[in-house]
């Protein structure tokens, strides 16, 4: 099996680190590049945990590009350390790589690699859009040079997380966001409807604290803030599992149930409304009303082991 390339854009926290885990242990696909943007915290320091992350897991090589500091429409608002914390990934010290970061920027970075592997190139994103968006706009033609994106964001069902209509995401770079939605590429949208289904429990991250191994050690370690932060959501100790499930149906490792090819707008204006993705969920049932060139997944539901079969990959690091 040759392994296809990937380029993954985040704004790393916790959920970020997992994803990123998982994507340094998946055989199907090489990670080819890795762009950062502000989100969880600011894309210097998301650049500078994507380093010292993928030096832990030997994987030191691979180019790391900051991106965008701020969205389109004003400035960055801060990190969220009360869920990832000060630092992105949960305050612990994992030590600084002895990489940099690439001189090019991410949006440059990925232009260049959809041009290196035209028509094979795929994007997993789990930040805002600010970067796709950019290189969008250097590169008209950039839907057409790569295979497809999945993006982690959104919520078609379900209630935001940010406010009552829209997630982290999305929220924070909505012109991003309508401009990456709107652009004529397969997109796979896996939103706040299945990323909260699936948890992490405390018996998985012991598992992955008991394994010895210095990634996944990291990560349970980091996890211990992200339970803190979900014991009001669900009651318990876990967490939900946004990235890293993202990345598991990106590689093809988690396989959705439920996922309709839909038109998805998102509401950028100044409103109550703003960040919104609006699904025409209409269009699975029986393709009515029809929507004729759809060409957005929307991930509803996902296999019910699915939390199991991340731990399992994140323990072969």
Known sequence: MTAQPLYFDCDTG???SMAL????????????????????????QAARNTLALTQLAGRATIPVAVGAAD????????????IHGHNGIGDITVPDSAQSAVAQDAADMIIELARTHRGKL????????????EALR???????LVQDITIMGGAAQQSGNVTPVAEANIHNDPEAAAEVLAAPWDITLVPLDVTLAHTLEEADRRRLLDSGRPLPVALGEMMDLYYDFYLETFGRRCCAVHDPL?????????????APSVDVVVDATQGPGRGQTICDL??????????????CRVVLKAGPDSAAHLVERLLTL
Request: aromatic share 4%; glycine share 12%; proline share 11%.
């Open 14 to 16: 916790i959920d970020d």
């Open 21 to 44: 885990a998982y994507l340094l242990a998946s055989p199907e696909i090489e990670i080819a590049g890795i762009g950062t943007v502000s989100g969880n915290v600011n894309s210097t």
């Open 71 to 82: 969205p389109q429409a004003g400035t960055y608002g801060g990190s969220v350390p009360h």
């Open 122 to 133: 795929r994007l997993l994103t789990t930040g805002p859009l600010t970067n796709v968006a």
């Open 138 to 144: 250097r590169e008209p033609e950039l839907p057409s």
């Open 246 to 258: 993202a990345a598991a149906i990106a590689v093809g490792g988690v396989v959705p149930t439920l």
């Open 282 to 295: 209409r269009g699975q049932f029986l393709n009515y009303p029809p929507q004729k060139g759809a060409h």
